[in-house]
C-alpha cells in the first residue's frame, strides 16, 4: 500500500490516523507504562485525541513524527513509534510505545531500527537522540539492540535525571576507518 512509510520484517509503518485512537489510549493510558514517560502520568483519551492532532502538525511540518507500528501478519496495531522534535528543537528524539501484550517480543527495537533508517535516508537526519530514565532497563535494552550508543546522563530541573542515547549516520571518515 502506498501510505506505508517503511516496511521492516515483521512490521508496516504508516502515520497514524483517528481510527488509532483506541490503540493510542490503550498503549498511552496504561499507568504503568507510562510511569517512566514524561511527567510519568497516564494520558486520558482527551489528551491522546489532542497529540493526534499534534502528530498531524508535525507531519506538516516536518514530514514525518510518531507512526503506527501495523503487524505485517494481521495488520493489527501494535504501538507507536517516531522521531520528533520536543519544543520545536533542532535534533530529533525518538519515541516508541507498545501495547504492553506486544512486549518482550522485539518489536520495538526492530521499529527504532527502521525509523532511525528512514528519517536518515527520507529526510537526511544526521543523528538522533533518545531519553531514557535511568531506571528504565528495558528501555535501554531496546535503544542498543537499536544500534543506538549510550551517552552521559543529563540533569534535569526537577533534580532528576535523563539516560542519554545518541544515534548518527557514520561519516566518510568512520567509514574509511573499518
Not at 489510549?25 to 483519551?45: H, I, P
Not at 533518545?130 to 549510550?150: D, I, N, Y
Amino acid at each position: 500500500m502506498s501510505h506505508w512509510l517503511f516496511e521492516t520484517e515483521r512490521l508496516r509503518v504508516r502515520p497514524p490516523t483517528r481510527n488509532d485512537l483506541t490503540t493510542m489510549q490503550a498503549v498511552y493510558g496504561d499507568a504503568d507504562a507510562m510511569r517512566f514517560v514524561g511527567d510519568g502520568q497516564a494520558l486520558s483519551a482527551e489528551r491522546c485525541q489532542e497529540w493526534l492532532g499534534v502528530i498531524e502538525q508535525r507531519y506538516a511540518l516536518k514530514g514525518y513524527g510518531m507512526a503506527a507500528l501495523c503487524r505485517r501478519s494481521d495488520g493489527a496495531v501494535l504501538g507507536f513509534c517516531g522521531v520528533v522534535h520536543p519544543n520545536l528543537r533542532p535534533l530529533g528524539e525518538i519515541k516508541y510505545a507498545l501495547a504492553r501484550e506486544h512486549w518482550g517480543h522485539g518489536y520495538a527495537a526492530e521499529a527504532v531500527r527502521g525509523m532511525l533508517a528512514y528519517v536518515t535516508q527520507t529526510f537526511g537526519l544526521p543523528q538522533v537522540a533518545a531519553t531514557v530514565a535511568p531506571a528504565h532497563e528495558r528501555s535501554q535494552r531496546v535503544l542498543s539492540k537499536a544500534g543506538m550508543l549510550k551517552g552521559g546522563l543529563r540533569a534535569n530541573a526537577d533534580g532528576t535525571e535523563t539516560q542519554l542515547f545518541w544515534w548518527r549516520v557514520p561519516s566518510d571518515t568512520d567509514l574509511q576507518n573499518i
